[in-house]
């Protein structure tokens, strides 16, 4: 079955500590996100990427940073510089590079608790 | 970003009854699409429904509909015969070149 995939489902990390959250696509989509969501808000958009090898800046970039080496694969860091990282982190994809009317895909997500 | 303003935190309906949720947006954009997700307890989001901006017939699936006023930049979602299966946080979200969402209403339906 095609889908998006997160990993792990929970995760704890220890203050001034980077840590990975994986995000794994098998829908041959050109476009992937990475959004966080916190309580009473919607999702703030963090990074996206339109195709491989390229990614841009969201709203809430800070202390956050990405990479796309490969279509299918957009790990997401939260680096030591971001100052209230625990929340709840979706992961998202969309057929096209630069189609504003396409439907978003989205993971399970990745909880994120700083200890 | 775009605003994106929902402005009820919750709302509670009776199973088979039907409940409207409002959603406000600000643009100076012409071209843009609205969209509904659902986020259910499993917090897994699906998209409900899609509007494009240029098409004035308001888009319809299955038991939802949506009431789009493009002047007033307001998209308001209806949901019909409600289902217990309906309980989730619906989003309303904007996009133009990305999506921008409103806070999220939590909708329950009591059996």
């Known amino acids: 079955d095609g889908g998006i995939t997160q990993s792990p489902k929970y995760l704890f990390r220890k203050e001034g500590q980077n840590v990975t959250l994986s995000c794994e696509q098998n829908l041959n989509h050109d476009a992937m996100y990475w959004y966080r969501q916190d309580p009473g808000q919607g999702l703030r958009l963090i990074y996206y990427s339109q195709i491989v090898n390229d990614f841009q800046k969201g709203d809430i970039a800070e202390g956050y940073s990405v990479s796309r080496e490969k279509k299918e694969s957009f790990p997401l860091t939260v680096t030591s510089a971001q100052k209230n990282p625990t929340a709840f982190y979706l992961c998202a994809s969309s057929p096209g590079q630069s189609s504003i009317g396409d439907e978003q895909f989205f993971g399970p997500g990745t909880r994120l608790t700083v200890l | 970003a775009q605003t994106v303003t929902q402005s009820q935190p919750e709302m509670s309906v009776q199973e088979a009854e039907t409940v409207t949720l409002s959603c406000t947006y600000d643009t100076s954009e012409n071209n843009y699409y609205l969209f509904w997700y659902k986020q259910p307890p499993s917090r897994q989001m699906i998209l409900v429904i899609r509007?494009?901006?240029?098409?004035?017939q308001n888009a319809t699936e299955n038991r939802f509909s949506v009431n789009f006023q493009k002047a007033a930049k307001s998209f308001s979602l209806k949901i019909s015969d409600s289902q217990l299966g309906d309980t989730a946080m619906y989003f309303c979200a904007f996009s133009d070149y990305k999506l921008s969402f409103g806070a999220g209403t939590t909708v329950t339906v009591r059996a």
């Open positions: 509007q494009e901006a240029y098409k004035q």
